[in-house]
């Protein structure tokens, strides 16, 4: 099993970053691929990026393709969302998710993981 925490979450102006930490615990976080999705009030989850457990190639959604980034570094059991020029659209309660995804399933599919942090707000104000 793994547990997820995430930090960074916060008030940012329009245009603004943030940067948004996955902190997961165990000792076998390289074997997991990754993911980030949120949820805006009244709307259902959304998919926002994901990194597979070989770190090769990365998944967006194409409402923050060229402005969101995910990595991961295996060493230190974290997952990274940096947020660049936020629009009040990307408020939302963030939330970072694990599993292990077969090759044959889209890693966007919110059921393909099976773990998932509490949350973290990110509001982007106009």
């Known amino acids: 099993q793994v547990q997820l925490i995430e930090s960074g979450g916060g008030l940012v102006q329009a245009g603004g970053s943030l940067r948004l930490s996955c902190a997961a615990s165990?000792?076998?976080?390289?074997?997991?691929?990754m993911a980030w999705f949120r949820q805006a009030p009244g709307l259902e989850r959304e998919f926002v990026a994901a990194?597979?457990?070989?770190?090769?190639?990365?998944n967006y959604a194409d409402s923050v393709k060229g402005r969101f980034t995910i990595s991961r570094d295996n060493a230190k059991n974290a997952a990274i969302l940096q947020m660049n020029s936020l629009k009040p659209e990307d408020t939302a309660v963030y939330y970072c998710a694990a599993g292990i995804i077969q090759y044959t399933v889209p890693r966007s599919r919110a059921q393909a993981y099976n773990y998932w942090g509490q949350g973290t707000q990110v509001t982007v104000s106009s």
């Open positions: 165990g000792r076998t976080f390289s074997t997991y691929d």
């Open positions: 990194i597979p457990r070989s770190g090769s190639i990365m």
